[in-house]
């Protein structure tokens, strides 16, 4: 039996609640992709991202990717409308992304390493995967931002510098790159949101915040930098700050589902539950699968009601989606606990 009403500091911990975004995706967050790509490998994991155009925005046309296997051979998928992909039951292993059948982009290939121990939960990694264009020249400049044409080569290089330092998993020589790509460009508001999210990869969160600050004075526009932001005020527990950040954010994008899910978890943080409850559940309509976690702050904010069997539902839901969860044996004895209470 459980007492009529649970607190929300008990259910926190009675639930192990995680925090299911990983710093490898703060590049720039859009939408999750409407067109989940099952792989049939026969495995847990995932492979999720962006595909973003030269002028560093998602790319708003469907692209063609391969994903390759040393050992099952090619699949074939493509991005959603807005440059994002998602890779389903992923085992370990080695696995290759490519992009060639562009006409107006140079091929791009990135390598990811899954690794996962005997025991360990499902894991999920992201790509932000960033085409360059065959020949800048032949193209009409209406094609181009403005922003990277203002650009300076010099600046511009050590942008790309940069991305390819994170590509490689080297996120101090990516920020050392930008501080230099910063220095002979200052206006240079998507280096200073780059500089912010390795920063966050490296888990230097006021560094982060200064960065995305930095491109919010040039661009207070940026819907990069704002969700950026709001994310990393949540992720310093600065909830009050993280809110009309967010908030701004998805005025300007309605459809990211990652907005969405950081926004309701700092007001249930704030004990704004029916807000949060709000926000959970778009992230959960828009998301999907990928927003599994929102089932298991759901399962807080209605026990905390003392709505055990939506609770209980809540949590079954969670379940479903990752039945290989660390504390799931604990999670199955909750769901028992709050279905039998009155």
Known sequence: MVHSRLSWQHLVGALFLTLWFSGSVFAQISSITD?????????????????FAPSGRPVESRVLLRLSTATRGDRNFTTN???NFAFRGLPPGSYTVTIDKEADYKPVTQTVDIIQFRGAPAQTYTLNIRL????????????????????????????DSAIEHSRKGNHLAAVEALKQATAEYPLFTQAFNELGVQYLKLGRLPEADQALQSALKIDPDSFAAII???IVNFMMKRYGEA??????????????????????????????FEDAEKELLASLELGKEEMKEAH????????????RKQAAKELEAYLKLAPEAPDAKKLKETIRILRDSN
């Open 296 to 307: 298991r702050i759901l399962a807080i904010i209605y026990a905390s009601r003392g709505a």
């Open 228 to 230: 950026n932001r709001g």
């Open 132 to 159: 360059q264009f065959k020949d800048r020249t032949v193209l009409k400049p209406a094609v181009l931002n403005v922003e990277f044409l203002n650009v300076p080569k010099k600046a511009l290089a050590h942008y």
């Open 81 to 83: 409308q807005t440059g």
């Open 243 to 272: 809110v009309p950040l967010l908030r701004k954010a998805l005025q300007k994008d309605a459809r990211s589902a990652v907005g969405h899910y950081f926004l309701g978890q700092a007001l249930a943080n704030l004990g704004l």
């Open 35 to 51: 067109n989940e790509s099952q792989t049939g490998l026969g495995g847990m994991n995932s492979i999720v991202g962006t595909v």
